[in-house]
C-alpha cells in the first residue's frame, strides 16, 4: 500500500460522502443479512432465498434504464438526496413489520421489491456523482477504488454485527439500526458544497435518450464486451450468496451468527482484494488481472462448495470473496474512465443492469436447481462455469495482445 492509495481523501465533498456512506453501508448489510436469514428460518425453501434476490434486483433492471436517463437529465445530488431519504422510509417500514411480530415473508418481499425501485434511479446518480465530489478529476480511480474498500469493509463489518444481533437482540434490531444509519449519509449529502448546477437543454424526449445511450455502448466495443461478461458471471455465479445461509444452518449446524461470519469472512477477501486494486501502480493491464481475479473465483467456489471443516471453509469463502469483488471493481473502472462524462449516467445504468438484472434471474435458475440437485454441487457448477471465464478472457486476451488495451488505476463501487 502506498500514500496514493488515499488521493481523493483530499476532496472535502468525497471525505464527508465516503464517511457517511460507510456507517449506512454498514446497516444496509445488516438488513441484507436480517432479510435472508428470516426467509429461510420462515419458509426452510432455498428457492425463497432466490425469489427474494429476484425481487430486490429485478426492479432496478426494469428501471434502471430510467434511471440513467433521470441521472443525466436533472440534479444528480438532488436525485441521490431524495433516493437516500426514500431508502431511509423503506427500512423503517422494514423495523415496523418485523417489530409487530405480524408478518408474512410476502410482505419482507415486497419491501425488498420496493427497495430495489429505489436502487433503480440512486445508483446510475450516486455513481455519477463521484466524479463532481472530487476536486481532481485525475483521483477519480482512486475515489472509485477507496469506494470498493469502503462497500467491502461494510460487508466485513455488517454481516457479523447482523449475526450477533439476531442472536442478542432479534431481528428488529438489525433493521432499526439500518434505518438509523442513513442519518448519516443524508447528513454528509447536506453538508457537501457542490458546484452549482447548470441545467442542459434537452432535444430528445426519454426513449430518445434511451436509445442514444444504448446506441454508444454499440459503438463502443470494450465497454460492450465488459457489460457481456459482467452479466453472465451475475447470471450463473454471483447469485451463489443466496445459499450461504443453507451452508450455516444445514450444513454446518450453525446459528445466525455462523451465517454472519461466512459473510463477513466473503467481505475480508472482497477487502483485501479492493485494497490490493487500490494500490496498484497507473497503467497495470486490468483486463489481464481480471481474468486471472476470475480464475481464483472460481477456485475459491469450487473448494468451498463440498466443505464440511468449518475453519477451512471460511479460508476458502475468503479466497472466493477475493476473486468476486474483481467482477464488479475492474468492470466499473474500465467503464467509469473511458465512458462520456454526457453519457456517464446511462451507461452506468446499463452496467447497473447488467448486475442487478441478471443476478436476480440467476437466483430463481441458482436456488431451483440446488433445490434439484444439492447446494454443494450447485456452487462446484458455479465454480467451474466462473474457471471456464476466466480461461475464455486469458485466451481473448492472449488473442488480441497486439492491439491496444485499456490501462487505467483500479477502481470500484457498491452496486
Not at 497495470?284 to 473465483?297: D, E, G, M, V
Amino acid at each position: 500500500m502506498n500514500i496514493t492509495t488515499f488521493n481523493a481523501f483530499k476532496s472535502r465533498n468525497y471525505r464527508l460522502y465516503f464517511s457517511g456512506q460507510s456507517i449506512s453501508l454498514i446497516g444496509t448489510w445488516m438488513q441484507k443479512t436480517a432479510v435472508s436469514w428470516v426467509i429461510y428460518s420462515e419458509t426452510h425453501s432455498k428457492f425463497m432465498l432466490g425469489l427474494t434476490l429476484f425481487a430486490s434486483l429485478f426492479p432496478s433492471f426494469i428501471f434502471s434504464f430510467l434511471g440513467g436517463v433521470v441521472s443525466d437529465r436533472y440534479n444528480r445530488y438532488k436525485v441521490l438526496l431524495v433516493t437516500q431519504i426514500a431508502a431511509m422510509i423503506q427500512a423503517v417500514l422494514m423495523t415496523l413489520l418485523i417489530f409487530f411480530r405480524h408478518y408474512s415473508v410476502w410482505e419482507i418481499i415486497a419491501l425488498s421489491a420496493l427497495l430495489g425501485l429505489i436502487n433503480a434511479f440512486d445508483v446510475p446518480a450516486r455513481q455519477s456523482l463521484v466524479y463532481e465530489m472530487v476536486d481532481d478529476k485525475a483521483v477519480l480511480p482512486n475515489a472509485l477504488a477507496l469506494n470498493s474498500s469502503m462497500v467491502n469493509l461494510s460487508r466485513l463489518i455488517g454481516p457479523g454485527l447482523a449475526g450477533l444481533a439476531l442472536e442478542r437482540f432479534g431481528e428488529d434490531i438489525c433493521f432499526g439500526l439500518n434505518a438509523i444509519s442513513f442519518i448519516a449519509v443524508i447528513g454528509s449529502l447536506l453538508l457537501m458544497r457542490l458546484p452549482a448546477f447548470v441545467e442542459k437543454k434537452h432535444t430528445k424526449n426519454v426513449m430518445g435518450e434511451l436509445k442514444e445511450g444504448f446506441q454508444y455502448i454499440k459503438r463502443t466495443p470494450s465497454i460492450l464486451f465488459i457489460l457481456i461478461m459482467l452479466a453472465l458471471i451475475s447470471l450463473l455465479v454471483l447469485p451463489y450468496s443466496t445459499l450461504i445461509p443453507v451452508y450455516a444452518k444445514d450444513i454446518f449446524k450453525g446459528t445466525a451468527s455462523t451465517f454472519g461470519v461466512i459473510d463477513s469472512v466473503i467481505g475480508l477477501g472482497a477487502f483485501c482484494g479492493a485494497i490490493f486494486l487500490a494500490s496498484l501502480k497507473p497503467g497495470r493491464n486490468l483486463r489481464k488481472i481480471l481474468a486471472i481475479n476470475t480464475i481464483i473465483f472460481g477456485i475459491g467456489l469450487v473448494l468451498f462448495s463440498h466443505s464440511t471443516y468449518y475453519p477451512l471453509a471460511l479460508i476458502f469463502a475468503t479466497l472466493t470473496g477475493f476473486g468476486m469483488m474483481s467482477q464488479i471493481t475492474i468492470s466499473n473502472t474500465l467503464i467509469q474512465t473511458t465512458v462520456d462524462p454526457n453519457m456517464r449516467g446511462r451507461v452506468i445504468s446499463f452496467y447497473a443492469m447488467a448486475f442487478f438484472g441478471m443476478q436476480p434471474l440467476g437466483g430463481l435458475l441458482i436456488g431451483s436447481v440446488s433445490q434439484w440437485i444439492g447446494t454443494p454441487d450447485t456452487v462446484l457448477i458455479q465454480g467451474f462455469i466462473t474457471l471456464i471465464i476466466g480461461i475464455l478472457l486469458l485466451s481473448f486476451l492472449y488473442k488480441n495482445k497486439t492491439e491496444p488495451v485499456t490501462q487505467v488505476n483500479p477502481a470500484s463501487s457498491e452496486i
